[in-house]
């Protein structure tokens, strides 16, 4: 596995993780400004993991 896939990997396993935790908060029945939280910091993470990907992308093929 290369460097990039590791990164690309490492984003997306993130923005999962952070789903996750937005879910089990909501299921839980937990704090509205933790879900409020956890939501803009999955929606930072999923921007950057699209960065990476695109990045990933235009050196593979440059």
């Known amino acids: 596995m290369t460097f990039s896939n590791t990164l690309v990997s490492i984003a997306v396993a993130a923005v999962a ?6 879910l089990v908060n909501m ?3 937990g704090s509205a400004n933790t879900s409020q939280r956890l939501m803009r910091l999955r929606v930072i993470l999923q ?3 699209i960065i990476l990907i695109v ?4 050196w593979r093929n440059g």
């Open 17 to 22: 993780l952070v789903l996750l935790l937005g």
């Open 27 to 29: 299921l839980r029945g």
């Open 47 to 49: 921007f950057i993991a």
């Open 55 to 58: 990045i990933v992308l235009w």
